[in-house]
């Protein structure tokens, strides 16, 4: 029985790089991989959609096998192109798993043709659409309302807004019945 202080469950260290090629080394693991689990942890402070990491070493073995799971996606004819970020690419892969939206393969392949058309900002666009929340890909935002905004305002039409000025004036916010 834990006396008074202790805690129930073990406080989360965050493992070095060394630490993880290590485990998976010993689990057999794409070094690679291992890698890429690292430093998109450690760039994001080791914190998951839920809270922070609890067992690191969990979360590495179901990063593998998602990996291989996308590796076999790429086997059945989604080939990665060479210019494609594949660590951009994996996080992308990742949120939409966390939002639970599910990439088919067609949508994969049209992602990756809209990401060919910018392919010197593709990286930007998929760290937009993760920032924003957004589960979709679109062209990067410019000037004023760049990377750093919360709000999109493409989907007011569909309920029939008109979106806010650009000028900051104020507009009328008529709803469209039909």
């Avoid at 202080?5 to 993880?20: A, N, Q």
């Avoid at 998976?24 to 794409?30: F, I, L, T, V, W």
């Avoid at 890909?137 to 000037?143: I, S």
Wanted: proline fraction near 4%; charge should be neutral; glycine fraction near 6%.
């Amino acid at each position: 029985m834990p006396g008074d202080g202790e805690r129930l469950s073990p406080h989360f260290v965050k493992p070095t790089l060394d630490e993880v090629i290590e485990q998976a080394k010993r689990k057999n693991y794409d070094l690679q991989i291992a890698q890429d689990f690292f430093n998109h942890f450690d760039k994001n402070g080791w914190i998951r959609g839920n809270g922070e990491v609890r067992d690191w070493k969990t979360l590495l073995a179901k990063w593998v096998e998602r990996s291989e799971k996308n590796s076999r996606l790429q086997s059945q004819g989604q080939e990665l192109p060479e210019w494609l970020d594949k660590e951009a690419w994996n996080e992308w892969v990742a949120f939409r798993k966390e939002q639970r939206k599910k990439l088919t393969p067609m949508s994969i392949k049209k992602q990756i043709k809209f990401l060919e058309k910018h392919k010197a900002d593709h990286a930007a666009i998929i760290e937009q659409s993760i920032k924003n929340g957004w589960t979709g890909l679109f062209e990067l935002k410019r000037g004023r309302n760049a990377l750093d905004t919360e709000c999109d305002y493409s989907e007011y039409e569909k309920f029939g807004y008109k979106p806010p000025s650009p000028l900051g004036e104020v507009i009328d916010m008529e709803v469209n019945d039909g």
